[in-house]
T-cell receptor, first 112, second 111 residues
């Protein structure tokens, strides 16, 4: 089975840096995704990690440690528009399934 | 601009009604998925499909069925709607092992 944990809520200040953690326990692993979801809207893709290490994309970075079953999403220079829910999702082994299992999401509030 | 389109943004149905939620994608993706999203529970997989006329149960298929007669269309059917099926329903599609593209969602209320 799959179990994915991430904090329910986080608050940070505009211009600051915030790190959203995600831990997972899965029967197999073939990649971890981060999605952003604004209230009332569809989730949109942010990042994908399949190998250990840091992937940087502008103000957003994502890190993966497969041995620890751990990932984080790092948001720099926070803006008000970054207030959203951030979803961590894991894909099991390639060939056995293509579906993603999602965590419950972390609601980030950015304060002025 | 590639899209996953869900036919309704908001729906209100009565208990016992048969409900159809439609999803269409224009990206020629072979994989399509239906999730429901509830506060505190995140996205839970209902059904998915890897090909036309093919379907597989997800984690919470009870009370639902699906239809995929054409590659671009994946329909979710609530055979007899109940109040505990009030939720946000999200359709997604993907190619191979790529990530998902989501539709805008259908907020269904069953009264």
């Amino acid at each position: 089975g799959q179990n994915i944990d991430q904090p329910t809520e986080m608050t940070a200040t505009e211009g600051a840096i915030v790190q959203i953690n995600c831990t997972y326990q899965t029967s197999g692993f073939n990649g971890l995704f981060w999605y952003q979801q604004h209230a009332g809207e569809a989730p949109t893709f942010l990042s994908y990690n399949v190998l250990d290490g840091l992937e940087e994309k502008g103000r957003f970075s994502s890190f993966l440690s497969r041995s620890k079953g751990y990932s984080y999403l790092l948001l720099k220079e926070l803006q008000m528009k970054d207030s959203a829910s951030y979803l961590c999702a894991v894909r099991p082994l390639l060939g056995s399934a293509r579906q993603l299992t999602f965590g419950s999401g972390t609601q980030l509030t950015v304060l002025p | 601009d590639v899209k996953v389109t869900q036919s309704s943004r908001y729906l209100v149905k009565r208990t016992g009604e048969k409900v159809f939620l439609e999803c269409v994608q224009d990206m020629d993706h072979e994989n399509m998925f239906w999730y429901r999203q509830d506060p505190g529970l995140g996205l839970r997989l209902i059904y998915f499909s890897y090909d036309v006329k093919m379907k597989e149960k997800g984690d919470i298929p009870e009370g639902y069925s699906v239809s995929r007669e054409k590659k671009e269309r994946f329909s979710l059917i609530l055979e007899s709607a109940s109040t505990n099926q009030t939720s946000m329903y999200l359709c997604a599609s993907s190619r191979g092992a790529d990530g998902y593209t989501f539709g805008s969602g259908t907020r269904l209320t069953v009264v």
